[in-house]
């Protein structure tokens, strides 16, 4: 069987389908997505940065300068190894075509994602403004199995990216006599390869010497650059009722620009995203914050749907509208229940895209253990598929 890897990378064959496709993003922090990814009223994280850079505001001064030395996350779906040791299996049967179907034909209808992340970063958060500085790469791999009883109709579907960049962003505060509006700032500069496309049963299983990847990388790999910008404001309004809750209201706009990259797998559109927040002051734990989040609020993430019959070969395509309310809601919960100068620990829990999140966060003077579940809504309202995925991340840090 030729490598796996090329599997998550390549694509050819025939048919018009839909390349299931989830809402577009750049990094997902477990310590976010475990609190069901809302961020845009709360910030906090180095990673703000990617749903609303005056987030950075809220980053602790007293940590002084905070360091992602080494931040390095892998995420997926819990059925990618049993689908991928199978097809190797396969690979190793008397008859490569009949195991492969069969592979495929159990599998079908099945996504599966894995991913790996790193985000180096120096932020600082003082009197007079917050900053970070990070830089991004990571490999995205999905696959979805087909298997209709038919030689011809059993394919397996990818859309795959390996992409990284720089990530700029300031924030600074100004008090007003309603309240502290936080204003954000952010630039982004990424390079993305994508791979989008299927493998048809005869691809699978070729005897050809030459490695599939190379055979079919240069008919089906995009490279391309882009920048994008990313404004973003904070409101945390005094009101003595309630001055203990500590609410704010956050308001971002990512991607401005759309990063120039709506031709490939992994293009960012321009969203408007909205969200609320309160920290209450709670006795016995360190903190507790309540959000909600909205974003995309003008539904720029389309579904793409494929014509791989193209006579040059190509694949052409067609985007159209999957917005729903759940798709784009996210609520989360999260409570820090120690925090001393060489431990501590924060539990979260939310709701993202309709489905339970979790997740669990521990930083033991600089190292730091990040865990989180969360559930994608792949492809649309009346075809949705859902993708139980888990994460984990190792960073060194201070």
Not at 11 to 34: C, N, V
Not at 73 to 81: A, K, N, V
Not at 92 to 110: F, I, Q, R, W
Not at 222 to 228: H, R
Request: charged share 20%; hydrophobic share 40%.
């Amino acid at each position: 069987m030729k490598k796996i890897v090329s599997l998550a990378l390549l694509g050819a064959t025939t048919s018009l389908m839909a390349m299931y496709a989830e809402q577009a993003s750049l990094y997902k922090d477990p310590r976010i997505m475990g609190m069901g990814g809302v961020n845009v009223a709360v910030g906090s994280y180095s990673t703000s940065v990617f749903s609303n850079p005056a987030g950075l505001t809220n980053i602790k001064k007293e940590h002084g300068f905070v360091v992602d030395l080494l931040s390095i996350g892998l995420s997926g779906t819990s059925q990618m190894s049993d689908f991928l040791n199978d097809l190797d299996d396969a690979g190793d049967a008397e008859d490569e075509t009949a195991a492969t179907s069969d592979v495929l034909k159990k599998y079908s209808g099945d996504h599966f994602h894995t991913d790996v992340s790193a985000y180096m970063s120096v932020s600082k958060n003082s009197d007079a403004f917050a900053w970070s500085v990070g830089l991004l790469s990571a490999v995205d791999v999905n696959l979805m199995a087909h298997g209709n009883g038919s030689t011809n109709a059993e394919l397996l579907e990818t859309t795959s990216r390996a992409y990284g960049g720089v990530v700029l962003a300031v924030a600074k505060p100004y008090e007003t006599k309603y309240g502290q509006l936080d204003v954000g700032f952010g630039l982004k500069y990424i390079s993305l390869t994508s791979y989008e496309g299927t493998l048809g049963i005869s691809e699978l299983t070729s005897d050809d010497d030459e490695d599939l990847g190379d055979k079919l990388q240069d008919k089906y790999e995009k490279k391309t650059t882009g920048i994008g910008i990313d404004l973003g404001v904070v409101f945390k309004p005094t009101i003595p009722q309630v001055s203990n809750w500590h609410p704010a209201i956050g308001f971002s706009i990512m991607n401005i620009g759309s990063i120039s990259m709506d031709d490939n797998y992994g293009g960012q559109p321009m969203t408007v995203n909205l969200g609320v927040s309160v920290s209450p002051e709670v006795r016995y734990i360190d903190s507790l914050v309540i959000a909600m989040d909205y974003v995309d609020l003008f539904n720029a993430n389309k579904l793409r749907i494929y014509n791989l019959e193209d006579p040059d070969g190509t694949a052409s395509y067609t985007d159209y509208d999957t917005s729903s309310f759940m798709k784009n809601f996210r609520f989360g919960v999260s409570a820090g229940l120690i925090d001393s100068t060489y431990f501590s620990s924060t539990l979260n829990l939310g709701l993202y895209q309709g489905a339970y999140t979790a997740g669990l966060s521990l930083d033991l003077t600089i190292l730091k253990l990040n865990f989180a579940t969360y559930q994608e809504e792949v492809g649309d309202s009346t075809s949705s598929i859902e993708d139980r995925r888990y994460m984990a991340q190792i960073a060194i840090g201070w």
